[in-house]
């Protein structure tokens, strides 16, 4: 039998140290692979096995868009009247930049899959907007803004985001970052369906099949988490410190590359030293104080955060409000510049993001 990168290594090693091992083995194998045929193309079974090579530095050349993406004036509701007429459940709004790994990677992964661009297409409309772009675009509220405003006015903190629209444009669900195939087309088909009108996103997700595993076995234990009880209450005496909530899941893949590629290097480790760091079970009725002084389950909360993404990160300040979450794909110059962000309270000035790293110097060249 064949085996993948997703499969058991057997070794009677910790469970992180073998996990480890299957990073360095399996990502040498899937850059040899790309390496020699120039593509980053993946299927459903290989999700995983691209994990392991992805690598978030600044992109040296200009992204193009496939060539069914719609051309468009950026009249929104006259786009969503025409995608309407052809039959479509909605509009997808695509913000991207030059430059960036992560939209390099949605368009050259999941946007060069057959299933995806053919389910896509039969259900969507996609404008794709540049979130430093100065083109006006007619907003679904009527209003008109630069692309640049209207990302900005979106909060579209990373690229790429996609903002889905029903053929009424109301907008029904978006993603902020990368997302690989199989939870792309997830999302796709959670929209096209009409699923927003019963569930989360997390209670479909936890229904379909789950995705290839590195192997059995609970959350990866780190020295900066902050052990139980988790009494995470800022709301009557601020905390001195940013808190970063890790929510995890079990058999978890994604977790599993989190934990030995972007969190073993050093200066990740360095920055998290700065913070309270908590890791929970995003399923488990694990009891928490919440920073706003609720008292629920691990479950009940990342519920009512709408937390659909394993591994996600939540950043709060020290009165316990949300500064900014990362839930999707993250790797090491993502996560270093959000805790930068984080740490030296530049959100108090800069509530956005992008305009942050644009003004200090991390703009579009930086492509993060």
Known sequence: ??????????????????????????????????????SAAATKDDDDDFEFAFDDGPRLRDLEYPDWFTL?????????????????????????????????????????????????REHFDVVALDIWGNREVVTMTGDVATEKTFALQ??????????????????????????????????????????????????????ADPPMVFEEGGLIEEDFFSPPPHVLDRSRVPAQTALVVFFE???????????????????????????????????????????????????????????????????FDENGREIIRVDSVVRFFRLARVLRYVLTRAYRDHPNFQRWRHEYGMGPAAGR
């Open 154 to 207: 979106e909060k579209t903190n990373f690229t790429p985001s996609v903002i889905f629209y029903t053929g009424d444009g109301e907008e029904v669900f978006r993603l902020r970052g990368y997302y690989p195939p199989y939870k792309f087309r997830a999302a796709l088909e959670y929209v096209a369906d009409r699923h927003y009108r019963r569930e989360q996103f997390r209670e479909y997700l936890a229904r």
């Open 1 to 38: 039998m064949k085996r993948t990168c997703g499969q058991k290594s057997g070794l009677s090693l910790s469970r992180l140290a073998r996990v480890r091992q299957l990073v360095g083995v399996c990502g040498i194998v899937l850059a040899t692979v790309m390496a020699s045929d120039g």
């Open 249 to 315: 899941q079990g058999n978890c893949h994604a977790c599993d590359v989190l934990h030995t590629v972007p969190l073993s290097e050093p200066e990740i480790q360095r920055m998290l030293g700065q913070a309270q760091v908590v890791q929970l079970d995003m399923w488990s009725d694990t009891p928490v104080l919440t920073p706003n002084g609720q008292r629920l389950t691990a479950k009940q909360w990342a519920a009512r955060l709408g937390i659909f993404y394993a591994p996600s990160l939540v950043f």
């Open 72 to 120: 468009s004036f950026l009249n929104l509701p006259d786009d969503l009247r025409t995608a309407q007429a052809e039959g479509k459940r909605g509009r997808m709004v695509y913000f991207g930049q030059a430059h960036c790994a992560y939209c390099e990677a949605l368009l050259e992964v999941n946007f060069q899959d057959p299933d995806i661009v053919a389910y896509t």
